[in-house]
């Protein structure tokens, strides 16, 4: 019976579109297993008088650092690192200081999945501590949310609104406000305390999620506007895919994605084996010699 060749392009394209949509479903997954159980971690240095540090990240029962940053100064926020939900712990030690030497400030985080946090050195040299923020990645529909760091030495006490909307009042050094919502616009952050007055435009989008750090500056104190997540439910903004230290997402362990490939491609070649078997053979008809 003849098989026209058609119908085998027909199920040569059929498998090849089933083979395409394997090697989708398989990335799909893989992203969505390793995006599984995923948290994140940002670090700050907060705390005017207090000298550059090194910080270390480790995981619960692991003495091999996740994560180094080298002479933090005064200011600096790293972008949100990672990792799988667990316990974490923080530790500070002068920089340069020996990664074994007994650290200056440590703290310990409970990641939860699909959760962020800063943990944040904050205080003066002399009271210095760790403190460990849980930052909110979701906003009232419209809305974005905004809320104040107060790491400013100079100014014990400062009251800072947004577009004429009070976000913290008589908030004191070393402090933390919780998250308010706004309406989103660009609009002047303005910071007041004893003898402060400071003024930055800033933009806040809906659904987006922002921490203001009020910071000594060389003329006064200043506003450093830190994007907390871009869009409402999103993962943190500024998460870094490679990691600071090997923490780079790895590939699905489930087999299931690739099993579902390696099936689409028997098909295919079993479609191609069948297409050719029934190819019409040509009948052998002998010669006559004269």
Not at 80 to 95: F, H, N, Q, T, W
Not at 215 to 226: A, E, K, Q, R
Request: proline share 6%; glycine share 10%.
């Amino acid at each position: 019976m003849k098989f026209p060749r058609i119908i085998g392009r027909i199920v040569t394209l059929a498998m090849a579109a089933l083979l395409l949509a394997g090697v989708t479903a398989a990335a799909s997954a893989s992203a969505a297993v390793s995006a599984a159980g995923t948290g994140w971690i940002r670090l700050a240095h907060l705390s005017p008088n207090t000298p550059a540090v090194d910080v270390y990240l480790y995981s619960f029962g692991d003495s091999t650092a996740q994560l180094v940053l080298h002479h933090v100064g005064y200011g600096t926020v790293s972008p949100y690192e990672p990792v799988s939900a667990g316990i974490y712990s923080v530790a500070m030690r002068a920089a340069g200081a020996s990664p074994t030497s007994a650290p200056v400030l440590s703290a310990s985080v409970d990641v939860a999945a699909g959760n962020a946090y800063t943990v944040a050195g904050l205080g003066p040299e002399s009271g210095l501590r760790l403190q460990v923020l849980h930052d909110d990645l979701t906003t009232p529909s419209g809305k974005a949310l905004v809320r104040v760091i107060q790491a400013s030495l100079r100014q014990h006490v400062v009251t800072v609104s947004y577009g004429g909307q009070v976000l913290a009042s008589n908030l004191a050094f070393g402090s933390v406000s919780s998250y308010q919502a706004v309406s989103p616009a660009t609009a002047a952050v303005h910071v007041a305390g004893n003898g402060a007055d400071a003024s930055s435009s800033v933009t806040l989008a809906a659904g987006s999620v922002h921490t203001l750090v009020v910071l000594d500056g060389t003329n006064g104190v200043t506003i450093d506007n830190l994007l907390d997540a871009a869009g409402s439910g999103q993962a943190p903004a500024g998460a870094a895919a490679t990691g600071f230290g090997g923490t780079a997402p790895r590939g699905s362990s489930s087999p299931l994605p690739w099993v579902a490939v390696l099936m689409a491609g028997a098909l295919l070649a079993t479609a191609a084996g069948l297409r050719l078997r029934r190819k019409p053979r040509l009948a052998y008809v002998p010669r006559h010699h004269a």
